[in-house]
T-cell receptor
Framework: GESVGLHLPTLSVQEGDNSIINCAYS??????FIWYKQESGKGPQFIID?????DKRQGQRVTVLLNKTVKHLSLQIAATQPGDSAVYFC????????????FGIGTKLQVIP | SAVISQKPSRDICQRGTSLTIQCQVD?????MFWYRQQPGQSLTLIAT?????????ESGFVIDKFPISRPNLTFSTLTVSNMSPEDSSIYLC????????????FGPGTRLTVL
């Protein structure tokens, strides 16, 4: 069936460096993509989103890139801080009113002080 | 965004018993969702709960095992019935505030351990 997956289950990054978390999706009908951050013992927290009519969107220290040709999504975190340590999930949903949101496997980001 | 609370935050239960988890939102929302997150894994949608209608369950989840109530636009409950150790998970509710955004906002989760 359709799925959303991640290339790297664990990513270790030195504090101050940039982090890149990748996600592949298989549903060509996907229209809306979201990145969530989940800290230990908490629910997922919305970080940034992007629609399929865009290929890049920037937030505070975060950038999401969307490559529809190869069905690839990435989250870039600039100047990674210890507080960025968490599990990051990509999620996608097709267009056309409410559709089921599908979550990827998740990548654990470890920031080394 | 939305402020979402869940009760209890965690519980340890005996096999064969049932637990009801509550989800409260700080404003009226059309759609509420219940997810299960098994240890070290991603989120799996259990069901969608709309006010005034029966919940819609995903494949692999049934109403007898996970009955859901949605009495109003700010509240929902999920019951995990006749629990077994395999039900040990984090259970999360989320809401979709509708409009142009399809973003779901999540509660803090309920960590359930079944002995």
């Amino acid at each position: 069936g359709e799925s959303v997956g991640l290339h790297l289950p664990t990513l270790s990054v030195q504090e101050g460096d940039n982090s890149i978390i990748n996600c592949a999706y298989s549903n060509s009908a996907s229209d809306y993509f979201i990145w969530y951050k989940q800290e230990s013992g908490k629910g997922p927290q919305f970080i940034i989103d992007i629609r399929s009519n865009m290929d890049k969107r920037q937030g505070q220290r975060v950038t999401v890139l969307l490559n529809k040709t190869v069905k690839h999504l990435s989250l870039q975190i600039a100047a990674t801080q210890p507080g960025d340590s968490a599990v990051y999930f990509c999620a996608e949903t097709p267009s056309g009113g409410y559709q089921k949101v599908t979550f990827g496997i998740g990548t654990k980001l470890q920031v080394i002080p | 965004s939305a402020v979402i609370s869940q009760k209890p935050s965690r519980d340890i239960c005996q096999r064969g018993t049932s637990l009801t988890i509550q989800c409260q939102v700080d404003s009226q929302v059309t759609m509420m969702f219940w997810y299960r997150q098994q240890p070290g894994q991603s989120l799996t949608l259990i069901a969608t709960a709309n006010q005034g209608s029966e919940a819609t369950y995903e494949s692999g989840f049934v109403i007898d095992k996970f009955p859901i109530s949605r009495p109003n636009l700010t509240f929902s409950t999920l019951t995990v019935s006749n629990m077994s150790p395999e039900d040990s998970s984090i259970y999360l509710c989320s809401v979709d505030r509708g409009g142009r955004s399809d973003t779901q906002y999540f509660g803090p989760g309920t960590r359930l351990t079944v002995l």
